[in-house]
């Protein structure tokens, strides 16, 4: 994922949604691992200002050694979170679990808010 420059989003929509501007940042999704819902190329608006994990929302990740990978986020029932891509292809996209203590390090660099596709 590349972080773009290159988008415009309207002052009161911002507002609207109660977001900070400077919390918001804009990347451009890479891969097909979170196809259908989102597709390489599209544009992520992602609010650094949401780090608490809603279950079941997407959310941008970093990672030391992969750089950073949007993925939706589960709590399980027995305290574990669930990172998980939404392509059906588990195989070649597998979820990956955390316990209670390490999904706390996880860098969680905020919540996928909008999602723009390309034309």
Known sequence: MEVSKTHAYRWDWIRKNGWKSEDL???EASGQSMEPRISDGDVLLVNR???EIQSGEVYVLG???EGIRAKRLHWMADGRLRV???NPDKAKYPDEFYSPEDSS???IIGR???RGGRV
């Open 112 to 114: 996928v808010v909008h």
């Open 105 to 107: 390090h996880l860098n």
């Open 63 to 65: 990672f030391p050694a």
């Open 84 to 86: 998980s891509s939404d």
């Open 49 to 51: 200002g949401e780090k």
């Open 25 to 27: 940042c804009v990347i």
